[in-house]
């Protein structure tokens, strides 16, 4: 139990659908991250929020929208995606601020299917 | 751009054996380097941070070594079981804030009963 837990674990979609998964941290961190974690590749660092704001969004299309409500939740709004988009999403947070020892934690993931 | 390079991609040895897993970084400017284990369908778990300041970490039977001005690190294994199966990732932080980490492909760790 890492302090991080993302809904829903597994997840299928047609390409038309909508739909979102979601983060909590309960570790009272101040930065939630989300990555993309494809076959053979490297985790890829899609969004970053801190203390509520989008401070990087690392050139990820559209049809991926994330929303941070607060500090402790984060969400990814999925529409039209495409069958390339199939993936782990490994959500994170981390304290935030500058001068802390920088220090991910990660939740279990979510496995999307785009079908 | 920071590219992390991690060899070997897989390995497999018999319980028991020591093992050295190697992290390479091109920009040496971090501010630290994680390593992460992660078990099949499942997210990571931190094993070991180490600031840029600082020149190892221990836990348990791990430990893990920093040269930041050639860009490297290690994961020493000692005594391996069978549970330490997984893949091992490592990953770089340009900042202390909210600056995320860069990740390498990772090793794909298998330790034979």
């Known amino acids: 139990e890492t302090g991080v837990t993302q809904t829903p674990r597994h997840l299928v979609m047609g390409m038309t659908n909508k739909k979102s998964l979601k983060c909590e941290q309960h570790?009272?961190?101040?930065?939630m991250y989300w990555y993309k974690q494809s076959a053979k590749k490297p985790l890829e660092l899609m969004f970053v929020y801190n203390f509520k704001e989008q401070t990087e969004n690392n050139s990820v299309p559209s049809r991926f929208s994330p929303e941070c409500p607060n500090s402790s939740h984060l969400f990814l709004h999925l529409h039209t995606l495409q069958p390339e988009d199939s993936a782990l999403y490994l959500c994170a947070s981390s304290r935030g601020a500058s001068g802390n020892t920088g220090e991910l934690f990660f939740g279990e993931g979510s496995r999307l299917t785009v079908l | 751009k920071q590219e992390v390079t991690q060899i070997p991609a897989a390995l497999s040895v018999p319980e028991g054996e020591n093992l050295v897993l190697n992290c390479s970084f091109t920009?040496?400017?971090?501010?630290?380097l994680q390593w992460f284990r992660q078990d099949p369908g499942k997210g990571l778990t931190s094993l070991l941070l180490?600031?840029?300041?600082?020149r190892e970490q221990t836990s348990g039977r791990l430990n893990a070594s920093l040269d930041k001005s050639s860009g490297r690190s290690t994961l020493y294994i000692a005594a391996s079981q069978p549970g330490d199966s997984a893949t091992y990732l490592c990953a770089v932080s340009r900042g202390g804030g909210a600056d995320g980490l860069t990740f390498g492909k990772g090793t794909h760790l298998i330790i034979q009963p």
């Open positions: 180490i600031q840029s300041s600082q």
């Open positions: 920009d040496s400017a971090i501010y630290n």
């Open positions: 570790l009272g961190h101040n930065a």
